[in-house]
Each structure stands twice: as C-alpha cells, then as structure tokens.
C-alpha cells in the first residue's frame, strides 16, 4: 500500500477514457483520516476518474474515494500562474502602463478600476455577458480555470461590467492582465492587457449611443495614432453588445483590428437593474499598441526583466525601442502520435510551462492519419530563440527532451 505524501504529484490512467491525468496530494488530515486532491493537468477531467492505478495498484487500494473530500478540477500551468500579480500594467515606466496612461488621459472624466486579482467567476467572465455554454471562448483548451469551473482566470476584461453596472457605476474605464491560451508566436502571449471603457447615457436611443460610441471611439484611434490616422468600423458580433463593431486601423500600410465594442445588451442593462437605460462599452488590447508604438518586435520583452529593456522606457514617453542583439535561432521538431481530445494548445501549453520564454514559435507542420490503423500524428517545429542570450545546444537538447519526457508522461508516443 502507497502513502499518499503532501505536495507529491501522482499519475492515474483513467479506465473510462484511458487517458492520464496528474494531481497532487494538497493535504493529508490523518487524525481525521482525509486527503485532499487537487488536478492540475489539462488533458483530461475528473469526471473519468474511478477505478484507475497508480504504480500498476489499483487506486482504490491507495485512496478511499469516500475521503476525498476537496478534489478539484484547474487547468493552470505554471508558467502561467507565475505571472500573476506581476501587475505589468501599474509598473509607470513598463510600456504597457505608458500605453494605459496614455489611454487613461483621454477619458480624464471616467472612473478608473484596477482590479488586481484576475481570478473571477465563470459568472462574471461569461453567464452574465450572456455567452453561450458552447461558445469556443469558454472551451478548457481556450480557458484557464480554478475550483471546479467556478473561478476562471479572466479571459477579458468585460468580466467587471456587470459588477459595476450592478453598483451603479455608469461610466468607467476597468483596466487588467487578461488570460487566454493561444499558439506561440511574436504577437500571442496566453497573458496580455485590455482597457475597457464603458458608458451608459441614460434613457437614449440606440441610434444616440452609436453616434456618442462613434465620436469617443474615433477621438481616442486620433489621440493615440494622430489626426491622420486611416480607420474605419466594421460590423461585428459580440454576445454582449448589440449592435457591434469593431475598429480597424491602417497603420503603415497594414489593417490592424484595435478594439471590439458596441451597445450594451439590453438584456444585461435589465439584469443590472437599469432597465429603459441605454450605454456602450469597447475593450481594446494593450499589446499590440505597444508593440507599435515602441517598435517592439516580440510580445516576450513586455515579460523580461533585463535591465536592457527595462531601462529603455519612461512614463510619458513614446520612444523606439533599441535591440541590443538578434540572437541566432534553432529548430527543431516534434514528432507524435496523438489520441482523441488532443488539442494543440494543450503542446503549446506544455512547451511554454518547460521552456520558460526560450521559445519564439511553435508550428504545426504536418498531420496525418494513418488509414489502416485510423492513429493520427501530428508534426510541431520548434523554434528556439532567447530575447536575452545565445542558447547553447546543450540547453536546446535538455528542454526539448523534457518535452518529450512530459508527452511520454501524459501517454503520448514519439515517432
Ligand atoms: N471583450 C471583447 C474582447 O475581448 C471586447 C469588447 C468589449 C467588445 C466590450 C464589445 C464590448 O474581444
């Protein structure tokens, strides 16, 4: 018989599904004779979990399932949860906080909220903006969740608009660190900043919210590109917002989405107890402001703390970043068999928590099924590039095989 150990981290093949899944033992209360086990692997939910092994011991004969009394669902990595409070958005000479200033400038008149704690309810994040259960956004290989789906790590930060409505607060500017899995590359970061701007006008037609929208949005695009600037609205869809646009700026010669927004559902103006009143909202990211603005060619500097590029920046000023060197890159490449559930984001999630911002981009190269044995493969290539420092082979060849140790782990066969 085991003895399940505190902070240890077991693996159990489910029997329903057959696929494996991680925990750790949080705590052990052996007067009491309880254990308590927390999930953190992404690839599969707990809902399988019955009769499994550990050790090739079936778990029964280690865990009385009777005693579990605190057995919890999360899906967040390390590498992500080490990024929160890093609270880049208050650092005053972090580009991103230069950015939300300079976005905080323009509505001088709006109440401003920063929310610390990313951590939200799945109600706040989602039911109450009237986002469908189906919706992709709300999909475990898109979201990062906690306490058994009851807390998610913000996926926007439309996620405080009915917290405020609800208080009465009408016209306000919500700025945070915002979460969402994505595939690795320059511009995709699964943490970026938004700024959200809401502002209910009273009891307006919509046609009067549209036009007051139109006019703010277009006087903040010129406060932070110029008078010149080229952009236009095109017709969006959003759950919440009814009608939505969204914004679209031509900046040296290439068409740019900048923000989302729209009127308010009346649905959620009802829900917030301000019924016959009528307002608009708008969400725009910080990242790819900035990485203009500063000429930063790759979302990884907003996260290094190389003095090198720290000390490049000061609040108030908008000026060109300056490589201190390209360093040289690496490839390579990944071969695997995959099992059903797999989704991408599960590998780029795996390689962001072993490589630690060493990796530039991850691309599917090739995929195929094979049709006599119906087994799918899939081919990622990796490119390796430190934003800091030249990376020896060494280092390469140690990381890669810690992502091929953690698919073996998890069940998955290298080809
Ligand atoms: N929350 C939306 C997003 O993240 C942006 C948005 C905010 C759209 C407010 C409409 C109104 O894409």
Redesign the pocket.
């Known amino acids: 018989m085991v003895i399940l150990q505190e902070g240890q981290v077991y693996k159990i093949i489910t029997d329903k599904t057959q696929k494996s899944m991680t925990f750790y033992i949080t705590y052990v209360d052996r007067l009491k004779d309880e254990v308590f086990v927390k999930v953190f692997s992404p690839f599969s939910l707990y809902e399988g979990f019955r009769i499994s092994t550990i050790e090739n011991k079936t778990l029964k004969e280690i865990i009385d399932f009777e005693k579990i009394k605190n057995f919890y669902f999360e899906n967040i990595p390390f590498s992500i949860k080490n990024k929160i409070g890093k609270l880049l958005y208050q650092k005053e000479n972090h580009p991103i906080c230069i950015v939300k200033n300079k976005i905080n400038d323009f509505f001088e008149k709006y109440d401003k909220f920063e929310f610390q704690n990313p951590m939200v309810s799945v109600r706040n994040n989602f039911d109450n903006l009237l986002i469908p259960q189906n919706h992709p956004g709300r999909k475990e290989s898109d979201t990062f969740y906690s306490e058994n789906k009851f807390l998610v790590l913000r996926?926007?930060?439309?996620a405080h608009?009915t917290e405020l409505l609800k208080k009465k607060i009408t016209k306000f500017i919500v700025t945070g660190d915002?979460y969402r899995r994505d595939t690795i590359d320059a511009s995709h970061f699964p943490v970026f900043h938004?700024v959200?701007?809401?502002n209910v006008l009273g009891s307006v037609s919509d046609k009067v919210v549209i036009e007051h929208l139109k006019d703010t949005l277009s006087g903040l695009i010129k406060h932070l590109f110029g008078n010149d600037v080229k952009y236009r609205f095109i017709d969006?869809y959003?759950p919440?917002?009814n009608p939505?646009f969204e914004v679209v700026v031509e900046y040296h010669g290439i068409e740019m989405e900048v923000?989302?927004?729209?009127v308010?559902h009346k649905d959620i103006m009802k829900n917030c107890g301000l019924e016959g009143q009528n307002g608009?909202?708008?969400?725009?990211?910080l990242e790819r402001l900035a990485m203009i603005f500063f000429d930063i060619p790759d979302i990884r500097y907003f996260w290094s703390e190389d003095p090198r590029f720290l000390s490049q920046f000061k609040a108030g000023e908008f000026t060109k970043f300056q490589p201190y060197s390209k360093y040289p890159s690496a490839i390579r490449d990944i071969s695997m068999w995959i099992t059903e559930g797999f989704e991408d984001n599960y590998f780029f999630d795996l390689v962001r928590d072993l490589s630690e911002n060493l990796v530039e981009e991850v691309s599917l190269t090739d995929s195929f099924t094979n049709p006599k044995t119906n087994r799918s493969s899939k081919t990622f290539r990796i490119k390796f590039r430190s934003i800091d420092k030249t990376l020896t082979g060494e280092e390469i060849d140690k990381i890669l095989n810690e992502i091929k140790q953690e698919l073996i782990n998890k069940d998955y066969e290298i080809r």
């Open positions: 996926t926007h930060t439309t608009q915002v938004q959200e701007g809401v969006e959003f919440f917002t939505s923000l989302g927004s729209g308010i608009w909202a708008f969400g725009m990211g």
